[in-house]
């Protein structure tokens, strides 16, 4: 009672919150699945989830159809407010080159776009500026029916304030990124052609986007899905053949690839974090892009 209750439905929103929120007793904010569940693309709402729901002022979302769970669910719950943080954010289209896995039925299925979005820094600061101006219009709608309209806009100065603080933070990681494009600009220039990956999880597309990498062959692996002799045959001819020069696999799930991939061919893959997972610290997803750019720099020199 007396709180701002935010639900968050995974760990990135999860991280996003609690860097808005921090520091504000007067903010409480839970996530609705487990932090190692990963991307809750299939997730299945429990009792414990209904309950929180049901107490919760305010629910922030990826969006983009990532959350499909809480589709035909969330009408039951009129007085909650959705924030989708992909709001106005123009996706990546699912090209030519996604692969999906067979006799998964309906298998990640988000439609023609990936939402998988927040590994482009740029992008993900919208997504933290979407929360920041979806709470200050929430706690603003409460201004209006409260009498103690001073505590309720310090509360959205706060807000604004930690969520510009955080941005600052992620515009750095932005800017080491920024180097590693050049590089990548650079190598392409002078090789006279585009450099290729191939990648193992939909968020990589937007990373690699952001750096200039041209994605050749994409399917998303997680504890569900393996990776199958076929796809292993087209990615090892897709390196042959120089359409793909790196290898991008989830740090949770790639050593498997890896060891098949590499038993095959002279491809190396590099395992990167999807920051999908964690122990809850603010500071996961600016540890996480920092520990990846670093491996991409030795992989692209």
């Known amino acids: 009672e007396n709180k701002l209750q935010i639900v968050t439905t995974f760990y990135p929103m999860y991280i996003i919150a609690t860097n808005v929120a921090h520091q504000l007793e007067n903010v409480e904010v839970t996530n609705l699945t487990d932090f190692n569940i990963g991307c809750a693309h299939d997730y299945q709402l429990t009792p414990n989830n209904m309950k929180l729901l049901s107490t919760a002022d305010v629910i922030i979302v990826n969006g983009g159809g990532l ?9 039951d719950y009129p007085s909650l407010t959705v924030i989708d943080s992909s709001e106005g954010i123009q996706m990546l289209e699912y090209g030519n080159h996604d692969h999906k896995i067979e006799d998964v039925e309906d298998s990640h299925n988000h439609g023609d776009y990936n939402p998988h979005i927040w590994l482009d820094p740029q992008i993900y600061i919208r997504q933290i500026e979407n929360v920041k101006e979806g709470l200050v219009r929430y706690i603003e709608g409460l201004s209006r029916q409260s009498e103690s309209n001073s505590s309720i806009s310090e509360l959205s100065t706060a807000i604004e304030r930690n969520a510009n603080s955080y941005i600052k933070e992620v515009s750095k990681i ?4 920024s180097e590693l494009t050049d590089q990548v600009y650079s190598i392409a220039l002078s090789s006279g052609h585009k450099q290729g990956v191939a990648i193992f999880h939909d968020s990589f597309a937007y990373l690699a986007n952001r750096i200039g990498l041209e994605v050749e062959y ?8 393996a990776l199958s002799s076929s796809n292993i045959r087209d990615v090892i001819e897709l390196v042959n053949d120089g359409r793909v020069k790196y ?6 799930y790639g050593d498997t690839i890896a060891n098949r991939i590499e038993s095959e061919s002279e491809a190396k893959v590099t395992l990167l974090d999807t920051i999908v997972t964690g122990d ?5 997803y600016i540890k996480g892009m920092e520990e990846n750019i670093k491996l991409l720099q030795a992989l692209i020199e």
């Open 67 to 75: 959350e499909g769970f809480l589709e035909d669910i969330i009408k």
């Open 174 to 177: 932005d800017d080491m990124l």
């Open 218 to 225: 994409s399917i998303e692996i997680d504890a569900e899905t």
């Open 247 to 252: 290898l991008l696999a989830d740090v949770q």
């Open 280 to 284: 809850g610290d603010k500071s996961s």
